[in-house]
């Protein structure tokens, strides 16, 4: 996961504020003081690059059902969890209980609920909200054994209809009657913080302080406040428009670290405030480090997440290790993950997601030494990794009991072509993963060699009618369906129906044809811009290669030489750098066509803009369609594969809607026929499921011959050669490539 995106896991009001200790019966008493940390007077020791050094491995998962939480509250149904994070070897969660009346909804009471990691035991308890006053439960800490922390806020509706905060307390309870509060609302106008936005949680250390962070805008964690039990400002601790100040760690004593994100120097700094001299204290600098999480510290150890695994800090000597990885023990990036630290026990993981029907909340016991399979399934990618691969391997472990599935990856500094090699040279001698991820030609390959199994085998008919036709079809290698795509994007050429009214898809010479009547400053655009010419070039050089317009490809003769290419260098010269008015970006006196990646959001949007003008005519092609699927790769199965009932169940899971579902912030979608986006408006819908039908495999790309068209036109486009004379090189070097490839 990139900086970006730690910034909105951990600024999205989760609060993982961990220690360690396990014991969910232990007194809340005072534990004995220990020696002051030596941190405190040195800081954190960082040295080097993390290294891989596994500690951890998944033992088994656990499923948390909230059973008794369905048992104890009728109302279940009906309430909204917040994450609140775990302390002394419990996992906890607030609850709002609403109750049905005659005017809408209405909160009833909160609901505790609080999950033993070491036996499993869950515990409820109903928090009467008449207790809290008015308000609602907007955050919540367990800064020490046996202490709870509920921040309460209430807003009233102005007169302008606005809502204002007319109450925020800080209620400190043992849950037993005993409660204190602080009044932070007025402690924050007493010291002028009146016109900034801030933050619900209910961040406090061991000593009853109050922690607050504000912020205007999207940068709501610019400025941090601490307060007193009094309310009396101890610490103002002001950023700029680059800070961001993060969730903090909590260390066993009860302290908290806050990480301070600069998003202008990309680093993060670690600041203890220390509240006898009321100053900040740098402990340590990551510079352009991939933080995803921090988990929590014991000892000396701090754990924190990246997108690869558990990361342990040695705040000591400085080096950090890759103890646990996600991807090779079944957990996905699209849980939320917290670690539940105990002390003189292994760690224990949380994992939790999804809404609805697709909701699961697993605890993952870890083993500190390798766990051995007697059976299970090797998956591996030869191709760039896909992130629903991954996710499939960690689902199907979870709902598949007693199969195994695993990921492997290049690893102790082999690279991507060395472990490729690796992986072929297993499979051609029996062996090799059970399921490779792989890119399209490897998938030719791999076939040719006979070293493939057939889908169908593993992947019903009631399946296969669910998948768009193109997928079959890009996965299909001389009439054997061998490969399925995790995923897919949808490729496209819009234009006008006042520029191109038939009913046919249109060809290179048409293209040429229509630039050639001088109506138009561009070829193509994306957005605003036209295409330079090396992308005009390129493209038209792309869609001349299929149909034997530049290449006899059954001779193995070049046809560069030809009037036709000389009109693809002549109109790459002639547009491809015009600027264009953004007011008219397609159509007289625009461009062209456009070019685009698609969605459905994009294909209702087009539709709002150009109406019953718009055409999807596709790129240009002599075939049926120039509407194109197109995928990064697809999943096989070896030749040599034990387990057909794990294969099946694998791919079960890959067609699944927790693994399908997409997002309509990218452009990768499901391979599901009507799924997997937000079809909220309907209007389009058929129409878009009609164009998605219609759209087939995209032709095989030649990039090396793509290079040299482009390393010899471009002296013609920069004014050292003809035309004639440019072409003329590009069709010699062109056919020593065809002639070297034979």
């Given at each position: 996961?990139?900086?970006?995106?730690?910034?909105?896991?951990?600024?999205?009001?989760?609060?993982?504020?961990?220690?360690?200790?396990?014991?969910?019966?232990?007194?809340?008493?005072?534990?004995?003081?220990?020696?002051?940390?030596?941190?405190?007077?040195?800081?954190?020791?960082?040295?080097?690059?993390?290294?891989?050094?596994?500690?951890?491995?998944?033992?088994?998962?656990?499923?948390?059902?909230?059973?008794?939480?369905?048992?104890?509250?009728?109302?279940y149904n009906w309430t909204a969890a917040s994450e609140v994070g775990a302390y002394d070897g419990q996992i906890y969660r607030i609850?709002?209980?609403?109750?049905?009346?005659?005017?809408?909804?209405?909160?009833?009471?909160?609901?505790?609920?609080?999950?033993?990691?070491?036996?499993?035991?869950?515990?409820?308890?109903?928090?009467?909200?008449?207790?809290?006053?008015?308000?609602?439960?907007?955050?919540?800490?367990?800064?020490?054994?046996?202490?709870?922390?509920?921040?309460?806020?209430?807003?009233?509706?102005?007169?302008?209809?606005?809502?204002?905060?007319?109450?925020?307390?800080?209620?400190?309870?043992?849950?037993?009657?005993?409660?204190?509060?602080?009044?932070?609302?007025?402690?924050?106008?007493?010291?002028?913080?009146?016109?900034?936005?801030?933050?619900?949680?209910?961040?406090?250390?061991?000593?009853?302080?109050?922690?607050?962070?504000?912020?205007?805008?999207?940068?709501?964690?610019?400025?941090?406040?601490?307060?007193?039990?009094?309310?009396?400002?101890?610490?103002?601790?002001?950023?700029?428009?680059?800070?961001?100040?993060?969730?903090?760690?909590?260390?066993?004593?009860?302290?908290?670290?806050?990480?301070?994100?600069?998003?202008?120097?990309k680093n993060t700094r670690f600041l203890w405030f220390d509240l006898g001299i009321k100053a900040a204290r740098t402990l340590a600098?990551?510079?352009?480090?991939?933080?995803?999480?921090?988990?929590?510290?014991?000892?000396?150890?701090?754990?924190y997440g990246t997108d690869s695994g558990i990361v342990k800090w040695d705040t000591v000597g400085g080096g950090r290790k890759l103890?646990?990885?996600?991807?090779?023990?079944?957990?996905?990036?699209?849980?939320?993950?917290?670690?539940?630290?105990?002390?003189?026990?292994?760690?224990?993981?949380?994992?939790?997601?999804?809404?609805?029907?697709?909701?699961?909340?697993?605890?993952?016991?870890?083993?500190?030494?390798?766990?051995?399979?007697?059976?299970?399934?090797?998956?591996?990618?030869?191709?760039?990794?896909?992130?629903?691969?991954?996710?499939?391997?960690?689902?199907?472990?979870?709902?598949?009991?007693?199969?195994?599935?695993?990921?492997?990856?290049?690893?102790?500094?082999?690279?991507?072509?060395?472990?490729?090699?690796?992986?072929?040279?297993?499979?051609?001698?029996?062996?090799?993963?059970?399921?490779?991820?792989?890119?399209?030609?490897?998938?030719?390959?791999?076939?040719?060699?006979?070293?493939?199994?057939?889908?169908?085998?593993?992947?019903?008919?009631?399946?296969?009618?669910?998948?768009?036709?193109?997928?079959?079809?890009?996965?299909?290698?001389?009439?054997?369906?061998?490969?399925?795509?995790?995923?897919?994007?949808?490729?496209?050429?819009?234009?006008?129906?006042?520029?191109?009214?038939?009913?046919?898809?249109?060809?290179?010479?048409?293209?040429?044809?229509?630039?050639?009547?001088?109506?138009?400053?561009?070829?193509?655009?994306?957005?605003?811009?036209?295409?330079?010419?090396?992308?005009?070039?390129?493209?038209?050089?792309?869609?001349?290669?299929?149909?034997?317009?530049?290449?006899?490809?059954?001779?193995?003769?070049?046809?560069?030489?030809?009037?036709?290419?000389?009109?693809?260098?002549?109109?790459?010269?002639?547009?491809?750098?015009?600027?264009?008015?953004?007011?008219?970006?397609?159509?007289?006196?625009?461009?062209?066509?456009?070019?685009?990646?698609?969605?459905?959001?994009?294909?209702?949007?087009?539709?709002?803009?150009?109406?019953?003008?718009?055409?999807?005519?596709?790129?240009?092609?002599?075939?049926?369609?120039?509407?194109?699927?197109?995928?990064?790769?697809?999943?096989?199965?070896?030749?040599?594969?034990?387990?057909?009932?794990?294969?099946?169940?694998?791919?079960?899971?890959?067609?699944?809607?927790?693994?399908?579902?997409?997002?309509?912030?990218?452009?990768?979608?499901?391979?599901?026929?009507?799924?997997?986006?937000?079809?909220?408006?309907?209007?389009?819908?058929?129409?878009?499921?009609?164009?998605?039908?219609?759209?087939?495999?995209?032709?095989?790309?030649?990039?090396?011959?793509?290079?040299?068209?482009?390393?010899?036109?471009?002296?013609?486009?920069?004014?050292?050669?003809?035309?004639?004379?440019?072409?003329?090189?590009?069709?010699?070097?062109?056919?020593?490539?065809?002639?070297?490839?034979?």
């Open positions: 996961m990139r900086r970006n995106q730690f910034l909105k896991v951990v600024i999205a009001g989760i609060s993982l504020l961990l220690l360690t200790g396990c014991g969910a019966d232990r007194e809340a008493e005072e534990q004995p003081q220990k020696v002051v940390e030596e941190w405190k007077e040195k800081g954190f020791a960082v040295s080097g690059d993390v290294v891989e050094e596994q500690e951890l491995w998944t033992l088994e998962y656990t499923k948390w059902n909230h059973e008794e939480l369905v048992d104890k509250v009728p109302a609850y709002d209980d609403y109750d049905m009346t005659t005017d809408g909804w209405s909160r009833r009471n909160y609901i505790l609920e609080r999950y033993n990691a070491s036996d499993g035991n869950t515990d409820i308890t109903v928090l009467d909200k008449e207790m809290y006053g008015d308000g609602y439960i907007a955050g919540m800490s367990v800064p020490k054994a046996g202490s709870y922390v509920f921040r309460i806020q209430k807003n009233e509706r102005t007169e302008e209809g606005d809502y204002e905060l007319v109450r925020d307390v800080m209620v400190f309870t043992d849950l037993q009657g005993e409660m204190e509060q602080v009044d932070l609302l007025e402690a924050c106008r007493r010291n002028g913080i009146t016109d900034q936005q801030y933050g619900a949680e209910a961040i406090c250390d061991a000593s009853g302080n109050c922690y607050i962070r504000t912020g205007r805008g999207e940068f709501l964690t610019r400025n941090l406040y601490i307060f007193d039990k009094d309310g009396n400002l101890l610490v103002e601790q002001k950023g700029d428009e680059n800070t961001q100040i993060l969730d903090p760690l909590r260390t066993e004593q009860g302290d908290l670290i806050f990480p301070v994100y600069n998003t202008q120097e600098v990551f510079e352009k480090d991939n933080l995803y999480q921090i988990y929590g510290m014991q000892g000396n150890d701090i754990y103890i646990y990885r996600f991807a090779e023990n079944g957990v996905d990036n699209f849980y939320g993950t917290l670690l539940v630290l105990c002390d003189g026990q292994l760690p224990s993981l949380r994992i939790y997601g999804g809404v609805e029907d697709e909701a699961e909340d697993w605890f993952i016991t870890m083993s500190g030494t390798p766990v051995e399979q007697s059976e299970g399934i090797r998956i591996t990618s030869l191709n760039e990794d896909s992130l629903r691969v991954k996710n499939t391997v960690g689902l199907a472990t979870r709902r598949n009991p007693g199969l195994y599935f695993s990921y492997e990856a290049p690893s102790g500094g082999e690279t991507r072509d060395e472990f490729r090699t690796r992986m072929i040279a297993e499979m051609v001698a029996g062996g090799g993963p059970d399921i490779l991820y792989v890119p399209l030609d490897d998938m030719e390959i791999l076939q040719n060699k006979g070293l493939l199994k057939e889908l169908d085998e593993f992947i019903s008919e009631d399946w296969k009618e669910q998948i768009y036709s193109g997928i079959i079809q890009t996965g299909t290698v001389n009439g054997h369906f061998v490969g399925l795509a995790p995923e897919m994007e949808v490729s496209t050429a819009i234009t006008l129906k006042e520029i191109w009214s038939r009913d046919t898809t249109w060809t290179v010479e048409d293209i040429l044809a229509l630039m050639d009547t001088g109506d138009f400053t561009g070829v193509f655009c994306q957005g605003s811009a036209t295409f330079a010419p090396r992308a005009v070039l390129g493209l038209l050089t792309m869609w001349g290669l299929e149909g034997s317009r530049l290449i006899d490809w059954e001779k193995g003769e070049s046809l560069f030489d030809s009037d036709l290419f000389l009109r693809m260098l002549e109109t790459a010269k002639t547009y491809g750098d015009y600027p264009i008015r953004t007011d008219s970006w397609l159509g007289e006196g625009g461009c062209l066509g456009r070019l685009l990646l698609i969605n459905y959001e994009d294909f209702c949007e087009l539709f709002e803009i150009y109406g019953e003008q718009l055409v999807f005519v596709g790129e240009p092609t002599d075939d049926a369609c120039g509407n194109y699927l197109q995928a990064d790769g697809v999943l096989v199965v070896n030749e040599n594969v034990s387990d057909a009932k794990a294969v099946s169940a694998f791919f079960e899971t890959l067609l699944s809607d927790k693994i399908q579902e997409g997002s309509s912030l990218t452009s990768k979608r499901s391979v599901r026929k009507n799924f997997g986006e937000n079809f909220d408006d309907p209007e389009y819908q058929e129409a878009y499921e009609q164009f998605l039908e219609s759209c087939v495999p995209r032709p095989k790309s030649h990039e090396d011959i793509e290079s040299i068209v482009w390393e010899d036109a471009s002296s013609y486009i920069e004014g050292n050669k003809s035309a004639e004379e440019a072409a003329k090189i590009v069709d010699n070097r062109v056919q020593l490539y065809l002639d070297e490839s034979k």
